[in-house]
């Protein structure tokens, strides 16, 4: 299939906001597609991707290298590309913009078609070391040079991984359903259990409904972590759930173990494996657990003088490449773990409370490292030992404490009513930076104010405040610098920038604004942390904003 049929729906998907008709476009798009083309492939392309969602690889090319191959192909300076992606806010129309100027110098020599495409992208992602690139810069230049206008435009924006059709994950799996007649729910878990839509879409087609239901977790390829909400009152939460387990709340990093044979890998909440920044957790792993095939899940924290560090001193050691060594000399971890996915088989329809039981009976605690997570079993009867679980919690160090619903299974990237945190600290908004303006006298070297935006249910972004308080000079520094790599334009004193950054912003109050593009904004935004453990698919959205104002 030529690549322009793709391109054709992206503008169609680019013309309309509205969810359903969305839906509409891909779904037909999807019944058009002939057998002897990958569906899979096609699908990730449709997400801005080339790999499922539970790969942590990418593509890995920043906006230097491809402007240089743009002005190559177009035949102008590098710094008229940077020109017109300053004028047009956007790599994708910048390039639109040059290739319908561009005199014709070459003669279509072929058609782009799909696979094409996807395989020299994939290629792109897979250089690494001597000339690596000059290598790039020639796979790009190969692909643009056979590229309409409208081609390297959303090419150029594949590449960078910013698509900016508005299309989520929600939007491609309903048009699976729609597709393939498929009952939404059996393409909802199969997407759950597979984290790969690619898959999703390739099985709905071949082997339909009965097909999905087939597939299930993979020891090795991990899943989205079920996320919590905000527990109102420990009362109130343990009275609506009868039953719940109460365990310290960890402020450390979320660890998803896989064990398949004889390989232990380690994911973030982001699904990124960092396995070899932990070598000692690999290690306790092996230990402690049976040699059978499991996926546990837990919370990692660094420690001194036994004493429970902050989370950013743990994200150090998730961060290091190098001298692990010594990171694990100075920043010893610990492990506590609450959760059993799988265990010989898929664990995560089975009750918590017997999950737990089974991880109870399976991880030998013997080592000081090796801890399941403190737990009591709490109901109306022993509110107070919940209290104390809390306040002992917080006397510690840690930042609260889990209310889980006893009965309930585990839903990989639910955030539901049946898992809540209960914490010290007033609820926060994790938000993504999008622009920001130049600070005055002392501050006149920095990025002084953020400008940051929450997702609609489109996954488009919506600016609703700027941040200015909180930052300590090192940060602004460290934010500042991080903003110049990822700028896209600069006007005046203001810049605006991918969306890269994350960050976790607490507020005194959510008000009605036009002003801001999510028509609300936030009163006196403080910057809490930078979440260098969350990507812009984790930040919160206009919806939970919304549930959180009190008009
Ligand atoms: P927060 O910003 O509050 O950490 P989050 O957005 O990172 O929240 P949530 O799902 O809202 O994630 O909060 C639950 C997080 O708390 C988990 O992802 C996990 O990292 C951490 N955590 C610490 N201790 C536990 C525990 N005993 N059980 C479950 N999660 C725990």
Same mark, same amino acid.
């Given at each position: 299939?030529?690549?322009?049929?793709?391109?054709?729906?992206?503008?169609?998907?680019?013309?309309?906001?509205?969810?359903?008709?969305?839906?509409?476009?891909?779904?037909?798009?999807?019944?058009?597609?002939?057998?002897?083309?990958?569906?899979?492939?096609?699908?990730?392309?449709?997400?801005?991707?080339?790999?499922?969602?539970?790969?942590?690889?990418?593509?890995?090319?920043?906006?230097?290298?491809?402007?240089?191959?743009?002005?190559?192909?177009?035949?102008?300076?590098?710094?008229?590309?940077?020109?017109?992606?300053?004028?047009?806010?956007?790599?994708?129309?910048?390039?639109?913009?040059?290739?319908?100027? *561009?005199?014709?110098?070459?003669?279509?020599?072929?058609?782009?078609?799909?696979?094409?495409?996807?395989?020299?992208?994939?290629?792109?992602?897979?250089?690494?070391?001597?000339?690596?690139?000059?290598?790039?810069?020639?796979?790009?230049?190969?692909?643009?040079?056979?590229?309409?206008?409208?081609?390297?435009?959303?090419?150029?924006?594949?590449?960078?991984?910013?698509?900016?059709?508005?299309?989520?994950?929600?939007?491609?799996?309903?048009?699976?359903?729609?597709?393939?007649?498929?009952?939404?729910?059996?393409?909802?878990?199969?997407?759950?259990?597979?984290?790969?839509?690619?898959?999703?879409?390739?099985?709905?087609?071949?082997?339909?409904?009965?097909?999905? &239901? *087939?597939?299930?977790?993979?020891?090795?390829?991990?899943?989205?972590?079920?996320?919590?909400?905000?527990?109102?009152?420990?009362?109130?939460?343990?009275?609506?759930?009868?039953?719940?387990?109460?365990?310290?709340?960890?402020?450390?990093?979320?660890?998803?173990?896989?064990? &398949? &044979?004889?390989?232990?890998?380690?994911?973030?909440?982001?699904?990124?494996?960092?396995?070899?920044?932990?070598?000692?957790?690999?290690?306790?792993?092996?230990?402690?657990?049976?040699?059978?095939?499991?996926?546990?899940?837990?919370?990692?924290?660094?420690?001194?003088?036994?004493?429970?560090?902050?989370?950013?001193?743990?994200?150090?050691?998730?961060?290091?490449?190098?001298?692990?060594?010594?990171?694990?000399?100075?920043?010893?971890?610990?492990?506590?773990?609450?959760?059993?996915?799988?265990?010989?088989?898929?664990?995560?329809?089975?009750?918590?409370?017997?999950?737990?039981?089974?991880?109870?009976?399976?991880?030998?605690?013997?080592?000081?490292?090796?801890?399941?997570?403190?737990?009591?079993?709490?109901?109306?009867?022993?509110?107070?030992?919940?209290?104390?679980?809390?306040?002992?919690?917080?006397?510690?160090?840690?930042?609260?404490?889990?209310? =889980?619903?006893?009965?309930?299974?585990?839903?990989?990237?639910?955030?539901?009513?049946?898992?809540?945190?209960?914490?010290?600290?007033?609820?926060?908004?994790?938000?993504?930076?999008?622009?920001?303006?130049?600070?005055?006298?002392?501050?006149?070297?920095?990025?002084?104010?953020?400008?940051?935006?929450?997702?609609?249910?489109?996954?488009?972004?919506?600016?609703?405040?700027?941040?200015?308080?909180?930052?300590?000079?090192?940060?602004?520094?460290?934010?500042?610098?991080?903003? =110049?790599?990822?700028?896209?334009?600069?006007?005046?004193?203001?810049?605006?920038?991918?969306?890269?950054?994350?960050?976790?912003?607490?507020?005194?109050?959510?008000?009605?604004?036009?002003?801001?593009?999510?028509?609300?904004?936030?009163?006196?935004?403080?910057? &809490?942390?930078?979440?260098?453990?969350?990507?812009?698919?984790?930040?919160?959205?206009?919806?939970?904003?919304?549930?959180?104002?009190?008009?």
């Amino acid at each position: 299939m030529n690549y322009q049929e793709l391109v054709n729906v992206y503008i169609d998907l680019d013309n309309t906001t509205k969810r359903l008709e969305k839906t509409e476009i891909i779904a037909n798009f999807f019944k058009r597609i002939g057998d002897d083309e990958s569906i899979s492939n096609i699908c990730l392309l449709i997400l801005g991707s080339i790999f499922p969602a539970w790969s942590d690889k990418e593509i890995g090319i920043g906006d230097k290298l491809l402007t240089q191959a743009v002005a190559k192909v177009v035949g102008v300076p590098p710094s008229e590309v940077e020109d017109n992606i300053r004028d047009e806010g956007d790599i994708g129309l910048a390039c639109e913009k040059l290739f319908s100027n *561009k005199k014709q110098t070459t003669f279509f020599s072929k058609t782009l078609t799909i696979d094409f495409v996807f395989n020299s992208l994939q290629r792109l992602a897979e250089i690494s070391g001597n000339r690596s690139t000059n290598k790039k810069i020639s796979i790009i230049t190969e692909l643009l040079s056979l590229s309409s206008a409208s081609e390297a435009k959303y090419i150029s924006r594949t590449i960078i991984e910013e698509l900016r059709i508005g299309v989520g994950e929600g939007i491609v799996r309903d048009a699976i359903s729609q597709a393939f007649g498929i009952d939404k729910k059996v393409t909802e878990r199969a997407h759950m259990l597979t984290n790969d839509l690619g898959l999703v879409a390739d099985v709905a087609r071949s082997e339909g409904e009965s097909g999905l &239901k *087939k597939l299930t977790l993979t020891p090795g390829k991990p899943v989205k972590p079920m996320l919590a909400q905000l527990s109102k009152g420990i009362k109130e939460s343990i009275s609506e759930m009868g039953e719940a387990l109460c365990e310290t709340k960890y402020d450390g990093i979320r660890l998803q173990i896989h064990r &398949k &044979k004889d390989e232990i890998n380690i994911f973030t909440r982001r699904l990124e494996n960092i396995t070899a920044a932990m070598p000692e957790i690999v290690k306790l792993i092996d230990e402690s657990l049976p040699h059978f095939d499991f996926i546990v899940e837990g919370e990692v924290i660094a420690t001194k003088d036994g004493k429970p560090l902050s989370f950013q001193n743990i994200l150090h050691r998730v961060k290091r490449k190098y001298n692990i060594e010594e990171a694990i000399e100075n920043v010893p971890l610990k492990l506590f773990l609450f959760d059993l996915l799988y265990y010989k088989q898929p664990m995560i329809d089975e009750a918590l409370i017997k999950r737990r039981e089974v991880l109870e009976e399976i991880v030998d605690t013997s080592k000081d490292e090796m801890n399941l997570s403190d737990m009591i079993i709490g109901t109306c009867d022993n509110i107070d030992e919940v209290e104390n679980l809390f306040n002992k919690s917080i006397e510690e160090n840690h930042e609260g404490i889990m209310i =889980k619903d006893s009965k309930e299974p585990y839903i990989p990237g639910l955030r539901g009513k049946k898992m809540l945190k209960f914490k010290a600290e007033p609820e926060t908004l994790d938000v993504v930076v999008v622009g920001g303006t130049h600070g005055v006298g002392k501050r006149g070297d920095f990025i002084g104010s953020y400008l940051v935006a929450l997702k609609d249910e489109n996954d488009d972004l919506k600016t609703v405040a700027y941040a200015a308080t909180g930052l300590d000079d090192e940060t602004l520094k460290y934010l500042t610098e991080k903003m =110049k790599e990822y700028e896209i334009s600069e006007k005046g004193t203001h810049v605006i920038v991918h969306p890269k950054i994350i960050l976790e912003i607490a507020f005194s109050e959510i008000v009605k604004s036009p002003e801001y593009e999510a028509g609300y904004s936030l009163r006196f935004p403080v910057v &809490k942390r930078i979440r260098k453990d969350k990507s812009l698919k984790d930040i919160d959205t206009i919806e939970r904003l919304e549930s959180m104002y009190k008009p």
